[in-house]
């Protein structure tokens, strides 16, 4: 089952601007990560952040989690057309031994 | 390149046939994971292999079965193929399952059932 739900659902906005998606999750957890995907491609891997970090950084990125409300966002700061994908959350359960449960996706569009 | 290598990209079937979907790493990574892909589902994980020799079922593992041929390769079949296996799949792969590592995804096959 859908362990991470996305919001919102798709967002459009205009080069330059700011995109903030936001992620939230049912139960503890080990990890929490984010993956773009491109139109028609494999997923790629952006950032990690464990339970215990409440922020990271990663060029135009930036990631914050809350454990106590459960809740994860992800920020990509003066964005471009090529930032046009499909984001999504996945989480890791507090044993670190199981594999990647992943929310719906938030579908970005930058436009020019 | 390194990375992860699916074959084929794209596949057609009828009701009924089988196929095995292939997948590669050339990573030297132990832990390997098959997904599929729905619109407005994200992504279901169908099998996983730990490390070389052990498979686990996913969330949705009926109408599949899977196959770690070594550190490799990591293939997944469906014996009779219905119309709800339409979809698009990934392969995945880690160093090794625990936590700490992105995963590294393949291209993906997009299979239609019809």
Known sequence: ?112 | NAGVTQTPKFQVLKTGQSMTLQCAQDMNHNSMYWYRQDPGMGLRLIYYSASEGTTDKGEVPNGYNVSRLNKREFSLRLESAAPSQTSVYFCASIPQISAGYGYTFGSGTRLTVV
């Open chain 1, 1 to 112: 089952s859908q362990q991470g739900e996305e919001d919102p659902q798709a967002l459009s906005i205009q080069e330059g601007e700011n995109a903030t998606m936001n992620c939230s999750y049912k139960t503890s957890i080990n990890n929490l990560q984010w993956y773009r995907q491109n139109s028609g491609r494999g997923l790629v891997h952006l950032i990690l952040i464990r339970s215990n970090e409440r922020e990271k950084h990663s060029g135009r990125l930036r990631v914050t989690l809350d454990t106590s409300k459960k809740s994860s966002s992800l920020l990509i700061t003066a964005s471009r057309a090529a930032d046009t994908a499909s984001y999504f959350c996945a989480t890791v359960a507090p044993s670190g031994n199981t594999p990647l449960v992943f929310g719906k996706g938030t579908r970005l569009s930058v436009i020019a």
